[in-house]
C-alpha cells in the first residue's frame, strides 16, 4: 500500500512531493538554497560581495528526463522537495531580470536529508 502512495505522489500533476512522512524509512529530502552570483560588479578582498538569494526559482527534480517533483524557492532562495532515494537532476530557473537556469546532478540517499546549492549566474559584470 505504502508503495502505491509514494507511486502516485512521484507521479502526479508535476507537484512538490513534500507529503511523504518524515518518518517513513523510505522518505527522503532535498534542502536546498538558488543563489545568483556575483552579486556586485567587483568583488574585492576587504568587501566580498555575497551571493544573490533567488526567490521564486521553479526548482524541479526529474530523473530520464521525466519530471517527478516541483517547487518555488522562498524569499530567502530556500527550497524543500521530498523524494524517494536515487539519482534526480535539479534544474532551477527564474524569469527575472536575467533569465537564468542552472542544473545539478544529486544522489538522494533512502532516508535522511542532503543539502544542495544551486546556482546561477546573475549577470553582473
Do not use: K, W
Request: proline letters at 6%; one cysteine or more.
Amino acid at each position: 500500500m505504502f508503495a502505491l502512495v509514494v507511486a502516485v505522489l512521484l507521479t502526479g500533476c508535476g507537484r512538490a512531493t513534500t507529503h511523504l512522512p518524515a518518518s517513513s524509512p523510505s522518505a527522503a529530502s532535498v534542502n536546498g538554497t538558488v543563489l545568483a552570483s556575483p552579486g556586485c560588479p567587483v568583488e574585492r578582498d576587504n568587501s566580498p560581495c555575497p551571493a544573490i538569494h533567488v526567490r521564486d526559482a521553479d526548482v524541479v527534480a526529474a530523473r530520464n528526463g521525466a519530471v517527478l517533483a516541483r517547487t518555488r524557492s522562498a524569499a530567502d532562495g530556500s527550497f524543500e522537495l521530498a523524494l524517494a532515494g536515487g539519482t534526480y537532476t535539479l534544474t532551477a530557473t527564474t524569469t527575472s531580470h536575467y533569465p537564468q537556469s542552472a542544473s545539478q546532478t544529486v544522489l538522494v540517499p533512502a532516508a535522511g536529508t542532503i543539502t544542495v546549492t544551486i546556482s546561477l549566474d546573475s549577470g553582473i559584470r
